[in-house]
């Protein structure tokens, strides 16, 4: 089966600069020809206080903090986010127009009553893990995005699998990775025990104090956030990170950070979305810019699978919005020429081919009465009848 299918590329409205995939998921597709990000254009070490993008809307819904560990092919373990899926992740983020921002930005920003943009974003990466530099930095350069590294400094330039302190030094000063701690050895702090002859508080100082001062020794920066190990803390360990003169500390709750603190939030104790190899897009959406897009009865369901290649994908829209501003993306990067009935409030889309085997993403926007864009996703399977008989359930919904 072969795809390509008509695209509105480059009319009307804005796809604001789409840059080429590394996914291999959809070959031969025509896509719009818009140059790629300038990669490598960012020369400081230390790049000022980001500004919103002009025109940016002030938000209330915070900035979504998405934190990886590893990019690799490694279906045996959740964390280990395939390449594919993440290179797709920075691309559904670049095409709904997610404010990439340095999470230090935003932090400074919130300290200084200055509201965060809307659909604020900021990527974290937890460890230090090789692939930082062989898989997320490119990515990184190429849409001119920065990230924030957590690392811990007993495994840095200990083997193939960790970052050096070189690769740290390269990226830090390409002015879009920032280095910050994630402890000297990454214990669990609150039920690691005594070690190399200290008791829990020396260690635990150890942990924090020894981790900033090496870094900053290394790599000539200042070390201002720490993220817990996973994610374990409590109200000692919260005071202790603030004596080490951190300006904020991290943990593994999921929730957007806002200026309006949530529930048990402090600056020692902020929250971030971990993404995981198995976090669907629809979910993703739901992390990255909050509250989505209210719709049903999308056709294909979501994480269905089906046989038909040629489907009629089609999805109500259950909130006022304007016409207009109606769009939908197949495979993430691909504007598709779909109608939209404001009578009936559907949206759908026929291929003018058939779609491959394997799994399709859509993705709708629009923006609200007020003038907010807003997005949701959801993702189907297409099998051919022969493997698909096969299947348990092949209509299965979540
Ligand atoms: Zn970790």
Not at 8 to 18: H, K, P, V
Not at 123 to 131: A, E, M, T, Y
Not at 272 to 291: E, M, P, Q, S
Request: overall charge positive; aromatic content about 10%; charged content about 25%.
């Amino acid at each position: 089966m072969r795809v390509s299918f008509l695209l509105l590329a480059g009319t009307g409205l804005a796809l604001s600069g789409c840059v080429g995939r590394t996914s291999t998921s959809v070959k031969n597709a025509a896509v719009s020809s818009k140059k790629p990000g300038k990669s490598g254009t960012a020369t400081q070490s230390s790049p000022p206080l980001l500004k919103p993008k002009p025109g940016a809307k002030f938000s209330k819904n915070g900035l979504a903090v998405l934190t990886w560990h590893r990019i690799a092919e490694r279906p045996d373990q959740y964390t280990v986010t395939p390449p594919a899926k993440f290179a797709d992740e920075l691309a559904f983020l670049h095409e709904e127009g997610a404010n990439v921002m340095r999470l230090e930005d935003a932090v400074r920003m919130v300290k200084a009553g200055q509201p965060l943009p809307e659909r604020a974003v900021a990527l974290g990466f937890d460890d230090g893990f090789k692939s930082c530099y062989t898989e997320v930095f490119p990515l990184l350069k190429r849409y001119n995005w920065p990230a924030t590294l957590y690392i811990y400094p007993d495994w840095i330039s200990t083997g193939a699998g960790a970052l050096t302190w070189d690769e740290l030094k390269e990226m830090q000063k390409s002015g879009l990775v920032d280095v910050q701690s994630h402890t000297m050895g990454h214990p669990d702090l609150v039920r690691m025990r005594p070690k190399h002859g200290m008791n829990y508080e020396q260690r635990l100082r150890h942990e924090l104090f020894d981790s900033k001062k090496t870094i900053e020794t290394k790599l000539g920066t200042k070390v201002t956030q720490l993220a817990y190990p996973y994610g374990f803390y409590n109200k000692h360990i919260m005071a202790e990170t603030q004596k080490a003169g951190y300006d904020s500390a991290w943990t593994v709750n999921a929730a957007p950070f806002r200026a309006r603190f949530g529930k048990g939030e402090t600056w020692m104790s902020l929250p971030r979305y971990l993404i995981y190899r198995n976090t669907k897009i629809d979910r993703f959406t739901r992390y990255a810019f909050g509250k989505p897009l209210d719709v049903s009865r999308a056709y294909p369901a979501a994480n269905s699978t089906i046989t038909n290649p040629v489907p009629t994908i089609s999805v109500r829209i259950d909130e006022a919005v304007d016409p207009r501003s109606v769009q939908m993306r197949l495979a993430i990067i691909q504007k598709v020429n779909a109608k939209y009935n404001p009578k009936t409030r559907v949206l759908s889309y026929t291929p003018m081919e058939e779609l491959r085997e394997g799994t399709w993403t859509v993705s709708i926007s629009a923006r609200d009465k007020k003038g907010q864009q807003k997005t949701a996703a959801w993702a189907f399977v297409i099998k051919s009848p022969d493997s698909a008989a096969t299947l348990d359930s092949p209509n299965a919904t979540p």
